[in-house]
């Protein structure tokens, strides 16, 4: 099992930026990928940013945060972040970090262990 713990959620305004943290313990050997997902009142779960777990941590990027969001990992820490900038309004969702044992995807069905999700609020 894997245990993941976010944080770093909150209110900021347009323009302003904030940083999740996502900390794995537990059989953190198993985990391959993680990623961010975010989900909006009345709307579907969506990708948000994914990263490899091992080599040089390939990263994906959903288009509507392309050059405003930066997914990172820590292996030595097993924690991954997820850096946003120039936030919008329409970026206000509960965002929840996922880790996977297979291999890339922005499948959310192919992640198997869910942190409990954290509040970003955008005001504009």
């Known amino acids: 099992q894997v245990l993941l713990v976010e944080s770093g959620g909150g209110l900021v305004q347009a323009g302003g930026s904030l940083r999740l943290s996502c900390a794995a313990s537990?059989?953190?050997?198993?985990?391959?990928?993680m990623a961010w997902f975010r989900q909006a009142p009345g709307k579907e779960r969506e990708f948000v940013a994914g990263?490899?777990?091992?080599?040089?941590?390939?990263?994906g990027y959903v288009d509507s945060v392309k050059g405003r969001f930066t997914i990172s990992r820590d292996a030595a820490k097993n924690t991954v972040y997820l850096q946003m900038n120039s936030l919008k309004p329409e970026d206000t969702a509960v965002y929840s970090c996922?880790?996977?044992?297979?291999?890339?995807?922005?499948?959310?069905?192919?992640?198997?262990?869910w942190g409990q999700g954290t509040q970003v609020t955008v005001s504009s």
């Open positions: 996922a880790a996977t044992s297979n291999d890339y995807t922005d499948y959310d069905r192919w992640y198997e262990y």
């Open positions: 537990g059989h953190t050997f198993s985990i391959n990928t």
């Open positions: 990263v490899t777990w091992s080599g040089g941590g390939s990263a």
